[in-house]
């Protein structure tokens, strides 16, 4: 039976594969980092802040401020790029100029040569989940090899992680984890609802005798669900506000805007897939793949390369963590509302060219 559906047997092997090819990806990505002979550092390199602020000369032979600095420079994990100032840095993670930069505090050389734990702050945007992860691994490794090198091993130093840019609330994993959530909660539940917006629709075969257009059923069917979706992302907002005590650095109608964005994409590309597909079967069969790979290229753990730049929900992840998070000026996406726009545009006409050649939708 499954022979005769091949839609089914493509999904059948496509899912897997994916969900395997992406596995193999995540695991291996961080092995398979080339060291540029030019440079001497990794092809994934990170750039970070310095900021030296400790002028103190009391340990012999060599300062030792500027000697772990000379540490992280020589690290192929990282590329360095010194500040004079604080606030300098903070502006350059900002503007995303660096991954994250660390300070060398006052003191720090008179610390160690007291056997007092001497303290680095590592700052990072609250917001960028993948640098964390990878960035205190490889900025202990560096700790680590200037302890080893120095013969300590009281634990001289210790890193005192910052998280940047994070709205107030409750806790960092609220925020965090709410704005992937409500970007992904709203795309995809339309996106689903969607897929079974025109296959199977016998009232609308037999709407379509009278002088209605199948444009029109496409556009009334795609602005029915973004309604209900941007009714869906008004209570997800409020609760996640209401329940965890966020305030976000924006106005909580920017992010409602961000989320209709993202139920009108998600609506359009729900109807787009009810009428490719042929049955209800299909259609869910459908949301299965569109669930695991929006999972996947959508999270932002991944390297998904120019999907980042197109697809609806990764460019809405951005927004809303960048207005949320940093408080950037919606205006400042107006290249990403228009992509999201002329993607919905693009569902919207793919749709209706499908819809036009099909007889019957059952």
Do not use: C
């Amino acid at each position: 039976m499954i022979r005769k559906d091949m839609f089914a047997l493509l999904l059948l092997f496509a899912l897997p594969l994916m969900i395997m090819g992406t596995m193999y990806i995540a695991i291996n990505q961080g092995s398979i980092a080339q060291i540029n002979q030019d440079t001497g550092k990794n092809d994934d390199a990170l750039v970070i802040g310095v900021v030296d602020s400790d002028p103190t000369n009391t340990f012999p032979g060599e300062d030792l401020s500027a000697n772990f600095t000379w540490y992280l420079s020589e690290s192929p994990k990282f590329i360095v790029v010194m500040y004079d100032y604080e606030e300098d840095a903070r502006t350059a993670l900002y503007h995303d100029l660096v991954k994250a930069y660390a300070v060398v505090p006052y003191g720090f050389e008179g610390n160690i040569t007291g056997d007092i734990p001497a303290f680095v702050d590592l700052h990072v945007s609250s917001s960028d989940l993948n640098t964390q992860m990878s960035i205190f691994g490889s900025f202990s490794s560096v700790v680590n090899d200037f302890r080893f090198d120095h013969g300590w091993i009281k634990g001289e130093i210790a890193i005192d992680k910052i998280g940047e840019f994070e709205p107030e609330g409750s806790s960092s994993t609220a925020s965090i984890f709410g704005v992937f959530m409500l970007v992904f909660s709203v795309f995809i539940a339309v996106s689903a609802t969607a897929a079974q917006a025109i296959v199977g629709d016998v009232p609308l075969n037999r709407m379509l005798l009278t002088p209605s257009t199948k444009m029109e059923a496409i556009l009334g069917k795609t602005l029915a669900y973004f309604l209900i979706g941007l009714f869906q992302a008004a209570v997800l907002l409020f609760l996640w506000m209401w329940m965890f005590a966020i305030v976000p650095n924006t106005s909580p109608l920017i992010i409602l805007f961000i989320l209709g964005l993202m139920s009108i994409s998600g609506s359009s590309l729900g109807v787009l897939i009810s009428t490719v597909v042929s049955t209800r079967l299909q259609a869910n069969q459908s949301f299965l793949f569109l669930l695991f790979g929006s999972l996947i290229v959508g999270t932002g753990f991944v390297d998904v390369g120019v999907v980042d730049k197109v697809y609806p929900l990764n460019l809405g992840r951005v927004m809303i963590v960048d207005t949320a998070f940093k408080g950037i000026l919606i205006t400042e996406f107006l290249n990403e509302i228009f992509i999201i726009a002329t993607m919905t545009v693009a569902f919207v006409l793919l749709a209706w060219g499908i819809y036009v050649k099909k007889t019957t939708l059952a």
